[in-house]
């Protein structure tokens, strides 16, 4: 769906992307990660044709990024904005039609989604006289309204309340199902796992890490369990060449817990086939790594010297 | 080229629709003309309203007889019997306006007589007064020099003084009063409705860009085409604007202007009755309407049709061409109260000629200062529209209409290019020297 070559952009005193490349498949939902300053806003307003790059090129659906593309491109920015003193039916019809869609056709879709959304009452309503999440909402509708093959979300659950995030990702997981390619761009990383199938992590300027999700969490086991069992008097500890126990939690009466990292060579099977004869197991899970370990310990791995956040 | 069109009507009917719009267009010229008609009223009524009672000791003797009392003010001798302090007390007491007029014995030498009352005699009394009283002196010095009065009435030179141009056509009369007075009042004009609707487009840039809204929006047209729409939209609602204020006003100028026929008619007849009450032989009837009827007839040398159109063209020229140096001061900064610092570099031009077209180039509008600035894209919005009641010739309002327009291309690209930049820059106080680095920005 999206093919990103190469890209540089240089500010004068500030190198905003160094020679980053991406790919994002048609129909998967693709998590853009860095911390703040990373560059991630950069690229989405490249991405955007807000901004061009000063090297490297974009392919959208095979073809080189030209503005005949923004039609078929939605995008969230992270600033949320609307006119306030606009009524938001008029507002809505604006935007879709500076999308490209007919009066006639925008008019449609919009009460369409305001259908869908219960927003119905809000058509002669201004923004100025909605609450924050309500807002939110219209700006989301604002962002899909002309059905784009690309939704582009830059932090899309900043400001919205847990059940507007549920109402948002279910409408996002509908379009995703319905053929719609998204881009995440978010340093939250809940959410990144739940939804995303491939993720590209930037940081200072740089692509440090991407992949598929399973792909990049499998590389990043560390073959450690967490096995519970009933209290025994006898103490398990660590065996030389089997496994070590790096942490034990003890609730008397109740169970015990050890999170243990089996050495290199041998299995989980290995463990308990040492364990069963000694304790009464109650519990095993394996620790995977969460996106946001993985993302804390490459970012902080780069960070030589403290984040300077720049807003260029 | 669609999208610039959506801009442009967003822009324009969101002002346009607003109750403030409406109550501006229509309620300026009712303001003006009520104003103009309630001057009116209220002088007219003024003459009527003026009633008083003045009672006169003459101890001169010289007057008894001879002052008669007019439309306003009754004139009452006073006796000597009636001459005292109490008497004189109950007089100024007494309902209404009331005066005490004392005439001196030496009036014939000292042209002093003294006015007494409770509270200060009004401009229009006084002066009625002292008319009267001049009169009646005149005529005795008329008469101990042995002058008949009439034969004095009779001479009344009156010098005219009518300017003529020479032209290429031959003599033609010149409208300078009138002229001068068009022209100030299109520099004033201009002037401030360049400022109105330019920081009108500034401070709706500044909205969009604190409301965030500027980023949905270049996600789906060009910074450019945002910045023109804006600045199009707006000056069409000037536009709009101004010939709905030409219409509304020639409209009800001419209804009014009725009615100021028969409030002047007023007038003419309170002066007729005061004129034969001063017991003037031969009451002297001046044509009527005189200071304004040279008006009018300057008025009507007047071109209007070209000061029209060419007030509508430059105003919308400069507006541009300001309006895009106003476009980029709004996408530099997060605030209205950051524009300081770039507003005046910007009002310096039009400053200057705004002041010069009083002096200068009023009283020279043909010279070489006048020329140059009616040339200059920057200072041609005023400049021009001063010279041009003046007359100007076609080639130099062509040439100055080719310089504007120039001048709005060359600083609309200048405008655009930190257009572009500055509105993505949220929370960064912008310098001139950050402003030349946005304008070398490529892409």
């Known amino acids: ?312 | 080229m669609n999208k610039i069109l959506l801009i442009i009507k967003r822009e324009y009917l969101s002002r346009v629709k607003k109750r403030s719009f409406l109550l501006v267009t229509f309620l300026v010229p009712l303001v003006i003309i009520g104003i103009y008609a309630l001057t009116i009223y209220l002088t007219a009524r003024s003459f009527e309203n003026n009633k008083a009672t003045v009672h006169m000791i003459d101890q001169s003797g010289l007057f008894a007889g001879k002052i008669e009392s007019t439309k306003n003010i009754t004139f009452i001798p006073v006796t000597a019997a009636e001459n005292t302090t109490e008497e004189r007390n109950r007089m100024l007491e007494a309902e209404g306006k009331n005066f005490l007029l004392i005439i001196p014995s030496d009036m014939l030498t000292s042209s002093h007589a003294e006015l007494i009352s409770k509270e200060t005699a009004g401009f229009t009394i006084q002066s009625d007064i002292s008319r009267q009283l001049e009169n009646v002196l005149r005529n005795i010095a008329l008469a101990d020099a042995g002058i008949d009065r009439n034969t004095v009435e009779s001479i009344h030179p009156e010098v005219t003084l009518s300017a003529k141009e020479i032209t290429a056509e031959g003599e033609k009369d010149s409208s300078a009063g009138a002229a001068m007075g068009i022209a100030m009042s299109l520099s004033i004009v201009v002037y401030i409705c360049l400022f109105l609707y330019g920081s009108q487009v500034m401070r709706g840039i500044i909205e969009e860009k604190t409301s965030r809204i500027v980023e949905v929006i270049i996600s789906s047209v060009k910074p450019f085409q945002l910045m023109m729409g804006k600045i199009i939209g707006i000056g069409l609602v000037g536009l709009t604007q101004f010939i709905l204020w030409i219409v509304l006003s020639a409209t009800l100028m001419g209804i009014a202007s009725a009615g100021l026929v028969d409030g002047r008619d007023i007038r003419a007849q309170i002066e007729q009755q005061q004129a034969l009450a001063n017991g003037e032989v031969q009451p002297v009837i001046k044509p009527q309407m005189g200071m304004f009827g040279t008006v009018k007839q300057e008025l009507d040398k007047v071109d209007f049709q070209l000061i029209i159109a060419t007030f509508l063209l430059y105003f919308f020229g400069g507006y541009l061409l300001y309006s895009a140096l106003f476009a980029a001061v709004g996408s530099a900064v997060d605030s209205d109260t950051e524009t300081q610092q770039f507003m005046f570099p910007i009002m310096i031009p039009l400053l200057f000629t705004y002041i010069l077209s009083f002096g200068v180039l009023i009283n020279d509008p043909n010279g070489p200062l006048a020329f140059w600035l009616s040339m200059i894209p920057f200072t041609s919005p005023i400049a021009m529209l001063v010279r041009i009641p003046f007359g100007v010739p076609m080639w130099q309002i062509g040439l100055s209409l080719v310089l504007l327009i120039g001048g709005f291309i060359f600083t609309t690209w200048v405008a655009a290019r930190i257009y572009r930049v500055g509105i993505l820059m949220y929370g960064k106080k912008a310098s001139y020297k950050e402003l030349v680095k946005w304008f070398r920005y490529k892409g």
């Open chain 1, 1 to 312: 769906m999206l093919e990103i070559r190469n890209i540089v952009k240089q500010y004068t005193n500030h190198r905003a992307l160094d020679d980053v490349s991406i790919h994002v498949k048609k129909g998967s939902i693709f998590g853009l990660l860095g911390p703040n300053g990373a560059g991630k806003t950069s690229l989405i307003r490249i991405i955007n044709q807000i901004t061009a790059p000063d090297s490297g090129d974009i392919y959208f659906d095979g073809e080189r990024l030209s503005p005949s593309h923004i039609g078929r491109i939605g995008y969230l920015p992270e600033e949320r904005g609307l006119y306030k003193k606009m009524e938001i039916g008029e507002q809505m019809l604006y935007l879709a039609q500076l999308k490209g869609l007919s009066r006639k056709e925008a008019t449609e879709r919009i009460k369409h989604w305001f259908e869908k959304m219960e927003m119905q009452s809000w058509w002669h309503k201004k923004v100025e006289d909605l609450s924050k999440g309500m807002q939110q909402k219209v700006q989301f509708v604002a962002t899909v309204v002309h059905q784009p093959d690309l939704i582009i979300l830059d932090e899309p659950f900043s400001g919205f309340d847990p059940v507007n995030v549920n109402i948002i990702k279910e409408e996002i997981l509908s379009l995703n199902r319905s053929g719609a390619t998204l881009i995440f761009s978010t340093h939250r990383m809940e959410s990144v796992e739940e939804l995303c199938d491939s993720i590209v992590l930037i940081n200072k300027s740089k692509k440090i890490l991407d992949g598929k999700l399973s792909d990049i969490k499998n590389a990043y086991r560390t073959n450690t369990y967490r096995i519970e069992y009933l209290p025994s008097p006898e103490p398990v500890s660590s065996v030389d060449g089997l496994f070590t126990i790096s942490d034990t939690t003890h609730i008397p009466e109740e169970s015990i817990t050890l999170t243990v990292k089996i050495a290199q060579g041998k299995n989980i099977n290995d463990v308990l086939m040492y364990l069963i004869p000694r304790v009464h197991i109650h519990g095993l899970k394996e620790i995977i790594p969460s996106i946001h370990d993985i993302f804390v310990q490459q970012v902080t791995a780069q960070a030589t010297h403290p984040l300077i956040e720049t807003h260029e």
